[in-house]
């Protein structure tokens, strides 16, 4: 099967789903070839025709650059297309377990419209082998079509950091994977064409798979480890950044912080890894260890606020707390599995009223996402105060005037703040 040349005006590519990964892509591609991308939330595409990116990734100005691109709900929009990029969601359930319902939902209906010659390549992030083994026989049963004799797929894993200006979509350099040598070589050009920082072609789908996972779950490992070190530290009564600090000073230290690992990636995809390893009788230690300890992390923090604003002779029933940032990392809206959740749910089960403040998370996902409701402004003064995202917003708050008296908590998370304002860091 002749492959057609992804710079040819006959390759109409088609992008589905148009979140922090989708929108970049497809705009990078609309700016020189005839592209489509697709959403199911006519919401989101009715914004994008406007120009608006609620997720703040992209500027009106950018729209402008993409000529080529139409932004569409309608699923009859990509019949045209012949090759097919599929972003959307992976996450896990309430088990911890894949959900690929999403994913399996987008390849039925690419394979709707599957042509002879056409090929699906895949960007969210599975587990090694879902891709031939989950999505292959989803394209085939919907479109009738046969694997590497009708159509072909790729890999390309995305590499997104939401709220990073600098390493952009471009800047970035792509794996890239295909089911052939030619669809290999296909999807490499492809992405070759607008990656400036040029591209790795790995030696199969699996392979592509498996370095999108082991990436963030190495990340995950990393904090866990340092995580573990400020519970110690905290028995211990020591600053777990100033030991960091002094650690740091060697040349091959690694400067992993301490925190809240919440997020779309370091905190899902690692599941994604222990569950493959385990349908094949492995049963990974060192991963879901790491990730027990970061996902405990919320609990720690919030008892901890609570004992330190008993010794300050705080009452806790109907105590008030001022949490600072609920996305899960600084200057940027995503909210999407974000631990400072999980410290609200907390506080708010000791009776505490807890505000929630932050300029940059979008309140209605906040309150369908996680059942809190923001604050416009922080609105009197409190008990404690949890600064939990390090948004540049907060390095300007006036600390001072929103503590209730001169024993009131300041609990910096991500120690940011002046250490003459806080009582206490992570």
């Not at 497809?26 to 919401?43: C, H, M, R, S, W």
């Not at 792509?174 to 030619?182: D, L, Q, R, V």
């Not at 300029?359 to 105060?385: C, F, K, M």
Request: net charge negative.
């Amino acid at each position: 099967m002749v492959l057609v040349s992804p710079l040819t005006n006959a390759t109409r590519i088609g992008v589905i789903g148009l979140g922090y990964v989708g929108l970049p892509l497809a705009l990078e591609f609309g700016k020189n070839q005839p592209t489509i991308g697709y959403d199911i939330n006519p919401v989101r595409i009715s914004e994008l025709r406007q120009q608006i990116d609620q997720t703040r990734e992209i500027k009106p100005a950018d729209f402008q650059d993409s000529p080529h691109i139409l932004f569409s709900d309608q699923a009859a929009d990509l019949a045209s297309c012949t090759v097919f990029i599929v972003t959307v969601p992976t996450p896990i359930d309430k088990y911890k377990c894949p959900d690929l319902t999403a994913l399996l939902a987008a390849s039925r209906l690419v394979g709707t419209y599957l042509k002879t010659g056409d090929v699906v390549i895949y960007e969210s992030t599975v587990y090694p082998g879902c891709t031939e083994e989950d999505c292959v026989p989803a394209l085939e049963q919907s479109s009738g079509l046969r694997y590497n004799v009708d159509f072909f797929c790729g890999y390309s894993p995305e590499r997104i950091n939401p709220g990073d200006k600098k390493r952009t979509l471009t800047t970035i350099l792509k794996i890239t994977s295909g089911s052939t040598p030619a669809a290999a070589q296909f999807v490499d050009q492809l992405y070759g064409s607008v990656i400036k920082a040029g591209t790795y072609p790995a030696p199969s789908i699996k392979v592509a798979e498996a370095a999108k996972a082991i990436e963030n779950a190495q990340r995950d490992v990393n904090i866990s480890f340092v995580n573990e070190l400020a519970l110690i530290f905290d028995r211990l009564n020591i600053d777990t950044m100033d030991v960091l600090e002094a650690a740091g000073t060697k040349w091959n230290f690694l400067k992993f912080r301490p925190g809240l690992v919440g997020g779309h990636c370091i905190s899902v995809d690692p599941y994604y890894l222990a569950h493959k390893a385990e349908s094949v009788g492995y049963h990974p230690q060192v991963i879901l260890s790491g990730r027990r300890v970061n996902d405990d992390m919320p609990i720690y923090v919030a008892n901890k606020l609570v004992k330190a604003m008993i010794r300050a002779g705080s009452p806790i029933s109907g105590a008030n707390v001022l949490l600072l940032g609920i996305t899960f990392k600084e200057n940027c809206p995503d909210v999407r599995n974000t631990k400072v959740a999980d410290i609200y749910h907390e506080l708010t089960g000791f009776g505490i009223n807890v505000t929630v403040y932050d300029p940059w998370a979008i309140a209605d996902e906040v309150a369908h996402e996680h059942r809190i409701t923001l604050a416009n402004s922080p609105q009197g003064v409190y008990d404690g105060i949890v600064l939990a995202v390090a948004h540049d917003e907060f390095l300007e708050l006036d600390i001072p005037s929103l503590r209730r008296h001169a024993t009131t908590v300041v609990y910096d998370l991500k120690s940011v703040l002046d250490r003459s304002l806080v009582s206490m860091r992570i």
